[in-house]
């Protein structure tokens, strides 16, 4: 694998300032592996007893968990809590994704970002069902066995609280918690559930209906209209997160789940969907998840996520020991569709070259994107700028901070900067 | 050879299952397992009323009356001032419920239920669904009516013996209520960025 570092470059393969490469290097340096790979099997082979070996080759390991954890030197990969202020509670329980430290585009169930606002209920499925009623012609409910007979839809997509990257806002000192903080509210997964269009046409939604008001069984009955033109399009009553029943944290035994919306509106517990012409104004559309803007007003119902995108490696969790060529790879999602380009910066934005955009791209889900990069031991700021497939391209904080003000808390957006030193010390900067 | 004709026989029917299934989806079938909701059935599970009153219930109450069971039941978590940390989140403390008034728009926006909240039918909706944190629907309609009037009096929007019911909390007129812009499906024109 260290041939990469050895393949040969040439110059004309420079794509953008400040040692961005042409993302064709990649082509070169798949063949390079291959032949690493097929010569390092044969030095493998052993002859003799085994002096020299690890205890781990030399004696039979544990026998098979029921159900498989990460290896023991891995447990520092842990979500980040929130940790309530000296003496005091917190009204909610919230757990950060470390991107920083995974990759592929599925996050692992466990490592899930989540937000319960009232805590994580021990729902019984047994107990458990979801009435929809209202602007219907027939009012209906369904337990979790109900809804395993019907035809499932299963899809990849990202979820997003409207609160990611919320201190990128208004906090003077760019945060430096490795990416908890600024980046750690979204994650990806693959779905399965229910189309909600399939239940709501099953109980006959009148004439006029505008909203869903969804209603969640934890102990805060978390309420939030769902615009019905959604309903009927992508959302879905789920049951299961990476092929098996979804969490108690992630809304077990069944949630919402809207695509590209922002997360509170997915809720988790589901129990009540009243069909309506007007939104119920929750505390949640109203006092939490409105952007206040630097005039005064407010933006409600601001639902749709944003084009964004992220560089996860390298960041602040790790620092470049020598000079050569890295791997810069990162995120890019939107909550309207596709991502069709992701361009990334070596030289804090002066000059920009296009990333490789791995495929295959889903609508509404992570999407990770991978430039060479030649560090030649010189200062650098490094950014990227994802574009969707209708033409939304990611703004640069100012832009974004101009049009809105600094107040607004949710649906930050710009563009991400790591500055990296002479030493290879690398910083979260506002540039 | 018995196992043999059984054999013989499933493979038969499944190829007459194979025939028949696509016949039979031309005429799309519809899935339907639903079973009749009750009204019991939606009452456990339907919490919301709504900013034009629908589906307050019966009972009211008074700031006087909201006072007491404020500081029985609210006053020891909403006292706690934000953390100072930044790992700390604002947003998972217990709200600040009164002040900030003419604060939002400038750079140290306090949004209460004085400064910020539209509607007065969003106080009774959340605290009676969700409060208190420990112990959410644990008081009585009135009681609820009581707390939610003790908080529009401390935010100085109705006078301390203002009776709170179906019928008159959607009539109180919230300071901030003209604020919000909807930005579904698009955000207005001017704060998008250039």
Redesign the interface.
Known sequence: MTDKKTTIVDATDQAAGNGLMSRRFFMNSALATTATLVTGQSALAQEGVGVGQEDWTLYPGDDTPEYGDVSQFEKGRVKKLVAPPAGGRTASSAGRTPLHMLHGTITPSGLHFEVSHHGVPAVDPDKHKVVIHGMVDRPLKWGVEDLENYSTVTRNYFMECSGNTRVNWAVPKPDQNFMYMTHGLVSGSEWTGVPLSTLLDEAGVSKGAKWIIAEGGDSGSLSRSIPIDKAMDDSMVALYQNGERIRPSQGYPMRILNPGFEGNTSVKWVRSLYVTDKPVMSRFETSKYTDKLHDGKSLQFSLEMDCKSVITRPTNAVELKKKGMYEITGLAWSGKGKITRVEVSADGGRTWADALVEGPVHSKMLTRFRIPWMWKGRPAVLQSRATDEHGQVQPSRKALLAARGKQAYYHYHAIHSWSVNARGKIRHVYA | MRGGKSVMYMRKTFILACVLGFSQAAPAQ????????TQA??DK????????GENLPAGQGTAVAGAELFEDNCHA?HT??????????P?????VLFGGHGT????N?L?T?GS????P??VF??VR??MP?TA?MSLTNSEYYAITAYLLYKNEIIAENDVINKDTLPKVEMPNRD???????E??EK????
């Not at chain 2, 706690?80 to 790992?87: F, K, L, R």
């Not at chain 2, 947003?91 to 709200?95: F, G, N, Q, S, V």
């Not at chain 2, 704060?191 to 250039?194: F, G, N, S, V």
């Open positions: 519809e899935q339907k397992f639903g079973e009749k909701a059935d939606i599970r339907f919490w919301s009323v709504f900013p034009d978590c706690n001032p934000p953390g100072e940390s930044s790992e700390f989140d947003e998972d403390a217990a709200d939002i728009g400038t750079d926006a949004a239920i910020y909240w539209p509607h039918t969003t909706n959340y669904r969700a944190y959410p604020a919000f812009l909807n930005a579904y499906p955000i207005p704060y998008r960025t250039k």
